[in-house]
């Protein structure tokens, strides 16, 4: 059971198309562990439905409707017969944008408790990377240059306002600080997207201030 | 609340049987071509909803005619083809195919704007059917109560949510289309979902 969701904003962008393809991979990997999310995107979907419906109906011409006839044996795409339901402990969506599992990855290393992978989703305003701290692990404290999404995908962390397990999402604002200190217990694992990058205030790691810039790839 | 509700359900055909099945036309078309692969009810599906997904496709106007007719095409083809998935007990037809033109949309406008990404609308937009008969029919009455209010709607809020769920607009786009502040759209869009009964259950 998670505590910590999407607000009603952004559910409302997600389930109208209009998030940004980074930001719908995080909230949808939630949404599939939440059933309090689940319930109200469901609803806002039937709302999109019922907008849909009543659409003033723009005339279609019968050449349409043959062409679309004339393709009906066309071969279906491998793609529609995937499965919603995780068959490993990595969700879907991550599988197609990484090959292999977490070890698999390439990471670069930030101090000696977090390493970071990018990975390439082609969303040119965002940045979507896999942070896995070290059990226990502090993250030098932080300030954030734009907005912050994070999902857990395997053990937790806390910081001054919580401390946040598997399935949980989180969102930091521009000018938010925070320190986050991973669960002493195991590992910690975060999907994040980011805005803008990430400011260090730690003496020690700001010389990378220089060095951090979004990667969109 | 309740007569609303039941005004409704008499003004359409759309009922749930005791078994939580939903039975009404388009279900039933979809049904037929999941099973059969019934020409003839993907023809009156056709002709009912390829003129809403034109008429979706050009709201907001950033898409051509042609590119409308694509996405027509392509949306229809696909409600064809995955038509065997769909699941009368779980699913509303129209929220089924809905959702399917939603993210033909979407990743229409992204192939247009040259994103080059694995991953399409479909990955990304997860499944919201229910797994369990009372919450199916908890949905269906919700579906109901939505289509029965939304024409009381004031028209700034009917106005926003035409631009969120209709044009795909996200709420910054449509704060600086009308030039007003972004929490202003917040709000409104909070307040028809408040008069629809949306919100999170606990
Ligand atoms: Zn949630």
Redesign the pocket.
């Known amino acids: 059971m998670?505590n910590f969701?999407?607000d009603l904003d952004l559910i409302t962008e997600y389930t109208a198309g209009s998030l940004p393809l980074t930001q719908s991979a995080c909230v949808s990997l939630?949404?599939s562990h939440?059933r309090?999310?689940q319930g109200i995107a469901g609803q806002l979907s039937d709302l999109g439905a019922s907008l849909f419906e009543a659409l003033e109906p723009a005339p279609v011409g019968d050449a349409q409707l043959n062409a679309v006839l004339a393709r009906l044996d066309e071969e279906v795409p491998l793609s529609y017969a995937r499965t919603s339901k995780d068959t490993s402990n990595t969700p879907a969506i991550l599988q197609r944008l990484m090959r292999g599992d977490f070890s698999d990855l390439s990471w670069k290393n930030i101090g000696s408790t977090l390493r970071i992978s990018y990975l390439q989703a082609g969303d040119p305003q965002h940045e979507l990377a896999i942070y896995h701290f070290n059990a226990g692990g502090r993250i030098p404290e932080h300030t954030h240059r734009g907005s912050e999404m994070t999902l857990i995908l395997q053990g937790g962390f806390s910081d001054a306002h919580g401390s946040y397990h598997k399935g949980d999402?989180l969102v930091r604002r521009q000018g938010d600080v925070h320190a986050p200190t991973a669960l002493q217990s195991e590992d910690c694992i975060c999907l994040v997207v980011l805005d803008a990058p990430l400011k260090f205030i730690d003496w020690k790691f700001r010389w990378m201030n220089p060095f951090l810039k979004l990667r969109t790839v | 609340m309740l007569t609303v509700t039941d005004k409704f359900d008499d003004e359409t055909d759309s009922q749930v049987e005791p078994s939580g099945k939903r039975t009404d036309e388009w279900s039933e078309c979809l049904t037929l071509i999941g099973k059969n692969e019934d020409r003839a009810a993907f023809t009156r599906l056709f002709r009912h909803f390829a003129p809403l997904m034109k008429a979706f496709a050009l709201s907001g106007s950033t898409l051509s005619a042609n590119n409308a007719d694509e996405l027509v095409q392509e949306v229809m083809l696909k409600v064809w083809q995955k038509a065997g998935a769909f699941n009368a007990e779980k699913a509303a037809a129209s929220t089924w195919i809905y959702t399917i033109a939603r993210n033909s949309r979407t990743d229409l406008f992204r192939r247009l704007q040259k994103f080059d990404t694995p991953l399409s609308a479909d990955d990304v937009s997860g499944s919201q059917e229910s797994e369990e008969a009372f919450m199916v029919l908890h949905q269906k009455r919700g579906r109901d109560r939505i289509r029965a209010l939304i024409n009381e709607l004031p028209n700034d809020q009917a106005q926003i949510l035409a631009k969120v769920y209709m044009e795909g607009k996200s709420h910054s786009e449509v704060a600086g289309e009308l030039d007003i502040p972004l929490g202003t759209v917040k709000s409104r869009v909070r307040l028809a979902l408040q008069k629809l009964q949306i919100r999170f259950e606990d």
Do not use: D, N
């Open positions: 998670t969701h999407p939630h949404i939440c309090r999310c999402f």
